[in-house]
Nanobody
């Protein structure tokens, strides 16, 4: 069984920063790609950033230069550092991790955490 536990959401003023983390635990054999998605009310869920097992990063155009994704393979954890936050960054943020266990493989999602950017 695999669990993803997210932390670090909340309310922040425009121009502020937040750091999200997502830790995977359980019967994990290996982890490949890790990423962050977000969904604002009335919108589809969209990719924010991803990082491969080799460290290759990919960002949505809307967050380039402001957000940084990183991972700690020893801790099975992915991070999202969000700087210069804007009101349009307000959304529920989810982590997604591709995990291979002893019996299966596939994408696992975190529970989602609200990030609100408002003065």
């Amino acid at each position: 069984q695999v669990q993803l536990v997210e932390s670090g959401g909340g309310l922040v003023q425009p121009g502020g920063s937040l750091r999200r983390s997502c830790a995977a635990s359980g019967s994990i054999f290996s982890i490949a790609a890790m990423g962050w998605y977000r969904q604002a009310p009335g919108n589809q869920r969209e990719l924010v950033a991803s990082i491969s097992s080799g460290g290759t990063r990919n960002y949505a155009d809307s967050v380039k230069g402001r957000f940084t994704i990183s991972r700690d393979n020893a801790k099975n954890t992915v991070y999202l550092q969000m700087n210069s936050l804007k009101p349009e960054d307000t959304a529920v943020y989810y982590c997604k991790v591709w995990i291979r266990t002893g019996t299966s493989q596939g994408d696992y999602w975190g529970q989602g955490t609200q990030v609100t950017v408002s003065s």
